[in-house]
């Protein structure tokens, strides 16, 4: 797998962490992607915020070219790990802000987080697109098939791997623009093996700790998604709104990845939830 440009590599008990820094202005603000994506889905990223902020990407064991190597630790496993990389951060800068989406979301709340959002070291938590209760069909019969699939796009001309992306993403996710460079492009540095492991594990719903729910009420936390996410419903989001108190935002037009679909609009929202 080809590793983006500029990641310091922190090794985990599990794998692999790549790390970016983006720009060194201001509060940090820390974005952490979802499954089958990379830390260049942030690629868009306004330059009012990098001017403002100093902004961090994160890719996963797994993804944007970093191997995951235990396969056996879950979502709290890996979410810890994640937790503990993001500590290792705030020695260096306060993080008051995480936005994390998807996969990235459910390893956050499936981690050890809540000892940090108890002890106030986290102000701000945007969770996007968070499968909360699991992934339907046809997304939770693909895990057997995915690493098939990945090498098969990697070995096909550029044209005829990002037509095969873009029929896929088109129907399980509803992405109602064009497919973009930033989701092939992380396709390509996807660890197939990795991929399918993740799957497995979010095609179900997750335990969210009491723990969490109860101390979660010390940061200011925003679950957003897209109007025509087929991932993540409507409903399912408002009632976990409740659950988490947590602001709740939809963004019209879009499907699974706003960040892209109506990147303008993604941003702003950020910024505004990270004041």
């Not at 009632?239 to 988490?244: E, H, N, S, V």
Request: proline content about 5%; some cysteine.
């Amino acid at each position: 797998m080809k590793r983006i440009a500029n990641q310091c590599i922190k090794k985990t008990n599990v794998g692999e962490f790549g790390i970016r820094k983006l720009s060194k202005n201001g509060s940090v603000i820390v974005f952490v992607h979802g499954w089958m994506h990379s830390s260049l889905i942030w690629s868009r990223i306004p330059q009012s915020l990098l001017d403002d902020h100093t902004v961090v990407t994160v890719d996963l064991p797994g993804f944007g070219g970093c191997k995951l190597t235990s396969f056996d630790a879950g979502l709290e496993g890996v979410g810890n790990a994640l937790i503990s990389v993001l500590m290792d951060l705030k020695k260096e800068h306060p993080l008051p802000t995480i936005v994390a989406d998807s996969l990235g979301a459910l390893l956050l709340i499936s981690s050890s987080i809540a000892d940090h959002l108890e002890r106030r070291d986290i102000r701000s938590l945007i969770l996007s697109g968070t499968p909360f209760e699991g992934v339907g069909m046809p997304i939770s019969l693909l895990p057997p098939i995915i690493p098939l699939a990945i090498n098969i796009v990697r070995v096909l001309p550029s044209f005829l791997g990002r037509r095969l992306v873009s029929s896929n993403v088109r129907y399980t996710v509803r992405l109602r623009s064009a497919l973009e460079d930033e989701i092939y492009q992380s396709v390509l540095q996807a660890q197939p093996k990795a991929a399918a492991y993740y799957l497995r594990r979010i095609s179900k719903a997750i335990q969210v700790s009491k723990q969490f729910e109860m101390v979660i009420a010390n940061a200011s936390v925003t679950l957003l998604r897209g109007q025509f996410d087929r991932i993540v419903s409507r409903s399912i989001t408002k009632k976990w709104a409740k659950i988490l108190h947590a602001a709740e935002v939809e963004i019209p037009g879009v499907g699974h990845t706003p960040m892209i679909e109506a990147a303008e609009a993604y941003y702003a929202i950020v910024v505004n939830k990270a004041r």
